[in-house]
């Protein structure tokens, strides 16, 4: 059974940092690209940040280039996403994402993450 658990979303002030965890189970994490999006109300789930299977590459949405910073860990099964200098136009719930094929791909449950003074 497949299964990407989300951690360390929460509330932040404008400014601040948060570093998000996904801890993948059920498969070979170097086997998939490892994506993270996110979703506000009334919006598109939108692509965060985005790394190939060996780490060697990845690619960031325009709003947080400079920002945020995608990592993996393929022997301790595991993704994370440092996210510095937050503005509240980044609250949303955070989702990682485990892509193989064409069409396999696994989501986990989101983690919250609210930035505001």
């Known amino acids: 059974q497949v299964q990407l658990v989300e951690s360390g979303g929460g509330l932040v002030q404008p400014g601040g940092s948060l570093r998000l965890s996904c801890a993948v189970s059920?498969?070979?994490?170097?086997?998939?690209?490892m994506n993270w999006y996110r979703q506000t109300p009334g919006k598109r789930r939108e692509l965060v940040a985005a790394i190939g299977r060996a780490g060697d590459n990845s690619i960031y949405g325009d709003s947080v280039k400079g920002r945020f910073t995608i990592s993996r860990d393929n022997v301790e099964n595991t993704v994370s996403l440092q996210m510095n200098n937050l503005k509240p136009e980044d609250t949303g719930v955070y989702f990682c994402?485990?892509?193989?094929?064409?069409?396999?791909?696994?989501w986990g449950q989101g983690t919250q993450v609210t930035v505001s003074a």
């Open positions: 059920g498969l070979t994490l170097s086997r998939y690209a």
């Open positions: 994402q485990a892509v193989g094929g064409a069409s396999e791909a696994y």
